[in-house]
């Protein structure tokens, strides 16, 4: 089955600089990836997705970089705002599921 | 209308009691999901449905049931629960094919306590 990770439970970050947060996945035929973001008492909110056939990807003040060889991804927070204090779930979708497997989380905190 | 609302809210129950959750969504999307998030914890898929049909069931014990009475309504009925089936219930939908590579839209979710 799929294994989704993250390298770190949580990250403090100061306002304004760049966050950076890790995810590894286990299954090479994972073929599309998301990243999203839950504030307290809310569900999850889409931020970014990128498939297996691109490297790298640009929201708004978000990255994302996928690294298929080591099975990693990244999220890559630019400026980062109190506004961005949440827990990120990276997420993946593996070719013929109608599902998407959750990675355990990291809880970013902004300090001001 | 851009969201996936969901009622009640918050929902505290005995282990005799039957209640019932609704999740509502009309963006015109044809699969709408179930998850379970206990605490500190990932969504965990309990139940898919595409095109008002049940299309995964995550071996979910039987005294949750789900019903989709049609493509804007989810419902996920609750029977003789247990004191760890206390979590956040998230419904979410995702636009045209259940297999296309789309982002799901979630729900606020129901906090549900089983005392």
């Known amino acids: 089955g799929e294994s989704v990770g993250l390298h770190l439970p949580t990250l403090s970050v100061q306002e304004g600089d760049n966050s950076i947060i890790n995810c590894a996945y286990s299954n090479s035929a994972s073929d599309y990836f998301i990243w999203y973001k839950q504030e307290s008492g809310k569900g999850p909110q889409f931020i970014i997705d990128i498939r297996s056939n691109m490297d790298k990807r640009q929201g708004q003040r978000v990255t994302v970089l996928l690294n298929k060889t080591v099975k990693h991804l990244s999220l890559q927070i630019a400026a980062t705002q109190p506004g961005d204090s949440a827990v990120y779930f990276c997420a993946v979708y593996s070719g013929g599921y109608q599902k998407v497997t959750f990675g355990t989380g990291t809880k970013l905190q902004v300090i001001p | 209308d851009t969201e996936v609302t969901q009622t009640p809210k918050h929902l505290v129950m005995g282990m005799t009691n039957k209640k019932s959750l609704k999740c509502e969504q009309h963006?015109?999307?044809?699969?709408m999901y179930w998850y379970k998030q206990k605490a500190k914890k990932p969504p965990e898929l309990m139940f898919v449905?595409?095109?008002?049909?049940?299309?995964i069931n995550e071996s979910v014990p039987s005294r949750f049931s789900p019903e989709c009475p049609n493509s804007s309504l989810l419902n996920l009925h609750l029977h003789a629960l247990q004191p760890e089936d206390s979590a956040l219930y998230l419904c979410?939908?995702?636009?045209?094919?259940?297999?296309?590579?789309?982002?799901?839209?979630f729900g606020p979710g129901t906090r549900l306590t089983v005392l």
């Open positions: 979410a939908s995702k636009p045209r094919e259940v297999a296309e590579y789309n982002e799901q839209f």
């Open positions: 963006m015109g999307h044809r699969a």
């Open positions: 449905y595409s095109y008002e049909k049940l299309s």
